[in-house]
């Protein structure tokens, strides 16, 4: 029993390096440069080696390291939307999740804009992408059909993507989180109210 726990534990290792080395060659040098020979050396192991972990390769290694992402997002999203309700809820977890994609700009890519196998919006929508848009729900209060928080997650990503390719004021950010607040909150002032 105990040797069975040291090999699954070295084995969970290999793994863990094999991601970690991937994540850091993608940071550098974007994920074409990431190869199966590239992680065999980084990690000091065979290509049979990382099969073994990853018999998927590349893809399945790309996927691994987005539900982690997806995991990593919720978790931070959800720790800035604490008990937090309305305009401060939406800023906090608008600011999180812009600042996890500018903090991990590849793994935002392969969750988001790499074809790997992740399906949203669909029965079978794996439990980690369903979490991270329940936190996103839960910010702006959508206890609707989900489409407010549709719109809200569009308007995050695209903020995402505006800002990494040097299209929006870097300076703006915090007035852009400002505005989704007042435009996303369930309680609008009373004089606005109908």
């Not at 329940?134 to 993507?161: Q, R």
Request: aromatic content about 8%; overall charge positive; some cysteine.
């Amino acid at each position: 029993m105990a040797e069975q726990t040291k090999r699954q534990q070295r084995t969970d290792e290999r793994r863990r390096r094999i991601l970690a080395a991937a994540r850091e060659r993608a940071d550098v040098d974007g994920w074409g440069a990431v190869t199966t020979r590239h992680l065999a050396d980084a990690i000091g192991y065979t290509q049979p080696v990382l099969y073994g972990h990853f018999p998927g390769g590349k893809s399945e290694i790309m996927l691994a390291i987005a539900l982690e992402g997806f995991v990593d997002l919720t978790r931070q999203c959800r720790d800035a939307l604490g008990r937090k309700r309305g305009r401060r809820a939406i800023e906090a977890v608008a600011a999180a999740y812009l600042r996890f994609s500018r903090e991990h700009p590849a793994v935002y890519e392969v969750m988001f804009q790499l074809p790997i196998d992740v399906r949203f919006a669909s029965d079978d929508t794996r439990s980690e992408l369903r979490a991270g848009f329940d936190v996103l729900a839960d910010a702006i209060g959508d206890d609707g059909d989900g489409t407010a928080t549709e719109v809200f997650w569009s308007a995050l990503h695209g903020t995402c993507l505006l800002e990494r390719a040097g299209r929006m004021r870097p300076a703006h950010r915090s007035q852009r989180i400002t505005e989704l607040g007042a435009r996303f909150a369930t309680n609008p002032p009373a004089e606005s109210r109908s």
